[in-house]
């Protein structure tokens, strides 16, 4: 046998067991949430939210308090173990374009730590969408993420 067909031989396994491997990507209908800091770092930004729920999110006048139910910033304690009884900073939420903005109260201040929960990785397009997916969301479905000022 020469060594040119055994590379091809080895070329067809590989990608006969590549294409048996589950894909996430077509049967999902969600979207996933990204979360930055916007370009001067006086806000956080959520990104990839659907143009229905931004427009959901701009005709209801949401609390701070709902809010922080989906999308809070928190100050990191000094001691870990206090890291979940900490309380959301206090600041404006806005939809602006295709995201939403927070912006705190008092600036972000230098040698902190900050992390943002987002309480869905994922936003469902429609609420068929779960039903035909057959996935309802999972329980650790919080995005944090650690920005260091």
């Known amino acids: 046998m020469k060594v040119e067909n055994l590379f091809y031989i080895i070329l067809f396994i590989f990608l006969s067991l590549n294409g048996c491997l589950p894909s996430e990507t077509a049967d999902d ?3 996933l949430l990204v979360i930055k800091l916007s370009q001067d770092s006086s806000s956080v930004e959520l990104h990839g ?3 229905d729920v931004l427009a ?3 005709a209801d006048s949401l609390t701070e308090k709902e809010w922080n139910s989906f999308f809070a910033v928190y100050l990191e304690p000094a001691n870990p173990e206090l890291r979940e009884i900490q309380r959301p900073l206090k600041g ?5 374009g295709s995201m939403v903005s ?5 600036f972000f201040q230098k040698k902190h730590s900050y992390f943002v929960h987002c309480y869905a990785r994922k936003l469902f397009v429609e609420p068929a969408d779960i039903i035909k997916s057959g996935k309802l969301p999972s329980k650790n ?3 944090e993420v650690v920005f260091d000022f």
């Open 29 to 31: 209908n969600s979207t």
């Open 49 to 51: 939210i659907p143009a």
């Open 56 to 58: 959901d999110f701009k």
């Open 92 to 96: 404006t939420y806005q939809v602006i």
């Open 102 to 106: 927070f912006t705190p109260l008092e």
């Open 141 to 143: 479905s919080v995005q």
